[in-house]
Structure formats: C-alpha cells, structure tokens
C-alpha cells in the first residue's frame, strides 16, 4: 500500500507560481511512475504531468508545457510539480498519482491516488 499526501496548494493570483509537493510513504517510491492530475469543477479529472521512475523521463499536458515542472526526489519520496505564470484556468484541485506499472498520462495506469490539494489563481 502507498499513500500519497499532497501539500502547497493555495491562492495566487495570475502570473505567480506554486511549488506543490507529494510525500510518499509505504512501499518502495523509487520504482513507481509518478504524476500530477487536476479537477475543476464540473471537470473531468485530467492530467497534468508525469515522470517515470528510471530512466527520468518527463511528460505534460500542452496546457502547462514550459510553465510546469515535474521533479522527484527518491531519498525523500517525493515528487514535486513547480508551477510558474498560472492562469485562472489553472484553478482546480490537484492530485498526486503513483502507478507501478505504466508512466500515468491518463487517469487508467493511476493505482494510488491522494487527497488533493486546491489551486486557485485569481485574475
């Protein structure tokens, strides 16, 4: 079992940034495939970026790509999604999500899920 808690959510207003992080406790972190989701309201929930677990690859949404980045720290069990020159349609909650099987870049590989952590960026 791996759980996931997420932190550094809050209100920005648009242009600022966020640095949200996930800590990882249970099983070994280092050989899971990690990502960030989000869900506004009335949304499906829909993916932000991911990273594999070894080699280090990367992967985001069109939306956020060059204004997000995703990092992870094995020895800290962490995965870390800095996020510069957000807009209002940033605003959700977003999610830390851990698969051991398929690097997450849509909700079907995700096998833990944590318990959000709410965005919101003000114009």
């Known amino acids: 079992q791996v759980r996931l808690q997420e932190s550094g959510g809050g209100l920005v207003q648009a242009g600022g940034s966020l640095r949200l992080s996930c800590v990882a406790s249970?099983?070994?972190?280092?050989?899971?495939?990690m990502g960030w989701f989000r869900q506004a309201p009335g949304k499906e929930r829909e993916f932000v970026a991911s990273?594999?677990?070894?080699?280090?690859?990367?992967y985001y949404a069109d939306s956020v790509k060059g204004r997000c980045t995703i990092s992870r720290d094995n020895a800290q069990n962490t995965v870390n999604l800095q996020m510069n020159s957000l807009k209002p349609e940033d605003t959700a909650v977003y999610y830390c999500?851990?698969?051991?099987?398929?690097?997450?870049?849509?909700?079907?590989?995700?096998?833990?899920w944590g318990q959000g952590t709410q965005v919101t960026v003000s114009s």
């Open positions: 990273i594999s677990a070894n080699p280090l690859i990367t």
């Open positions: 249970g099983r070994t972190f280092s050989g899971y495939a």
């Open positions: 999500a851990g698969s051991n099987y398929r690097v997450p870049t849509t909700t079907g590989p995700v096998r833990y």
